[in-house]
T-cell receptor
């Protein structure tokens, strides 16, 4: 079985401060990894995905960045947070292409003040 | 650009009633997933359908993939308060590592 860990669970940060959210995956190796952001009660916006170590694809231009230093580690970062960065951040892992499922972590609630 | 439209966006029903949630697209998908998400938690996969016309049942939940693999439905029989949550559909294609997510249907089942 696959387990996705995310931390921290909640975070309150002032505008202009840096950000680092971490996601780690237990289970099968070589996952595809994803960062999503979700507005309250709404669908998921894909931010970044990675199909291998050091390989990052960005979906939305913004002041966020992602890195994958290890096979099962995915990090979401920002040098300077904006108020609009507030939201619920979800990490997901999937294996394969086309016909596959994604498994989600518990999420991080980020509030930028 | 591939899109998945879910309807209704919000549904409030009484315990014991039946309901259907729809997920529609003009694009063909090779697979379609349904997830349920509770407040403050990550989405949990309910089912994956991959064959046109496929029907899968999970207790009181029935999932159907359209014959042309462009749409799907989720039917809940005799809804219970524990069914309350955000239901998301997501489609995958052979050419992509990404899933296309619908905007979600928020279901509230009142006791």
């Amino acid at each position: 079985s696959q387990t996705i860990h995310q931390w921290p669970a909640t975070l309150v940060q002032p505008v202009g401060s840096p950000l680092s959210l971490e996601c780690t995956v237990e289970g099968t190796s070589n996952p595809n990894l994803y960062w999503y952001r979700q507005a309250a009660g709404r669908g998921l916006q894909l931010l970044f995905y990675s199909v291998g170590i050091g390989q990052i694809s960005s979906e939305v231009p913004q002041n966020l960045s992602a890195s994958r230093p290890q096979d099962r580690q995915f990090i979401l970062s920002s040098k300077k947070l904006l108020l609009s960065d507030s939201g619920f951040y979800l990490c997901a892992a999937g294996w394969g292409q086309g016909i596959y499922e994604q498994y989600f972590g518990p999420g991080t609630r980020l509030t930028v003040t | 650009t591939q899109l998945l439209e879910q309807s209704p966006q919000f549904l409030s029903i009484q315990e014991g009633e039946n309901l259907t949630v729809y997920c529609n697209s003009s694009s063909v998908f090779s697979s379609l997933q349904w997830y349920r998400q509770e407040p403050g938690e990550g989405p949990v996969l309910l089912v994956t359908v991959v064959t046109g016309g496929e029907v899968k049942k999970l207790k009181r939940l029935t999932f159907q993939f359209g014959d042309a693999r462009k749409d799907s439905s989720l039917h809940i029989t005799a809804a219970q308060p524990g069914d309350t949550g955000l239901y998301l559909c997501a489609g995958g294609t052979d050419s992509s590592y990404k899933l296309i997510f619908g905007s979600g249907t928020r279901l509230l089942v009142r006791p």
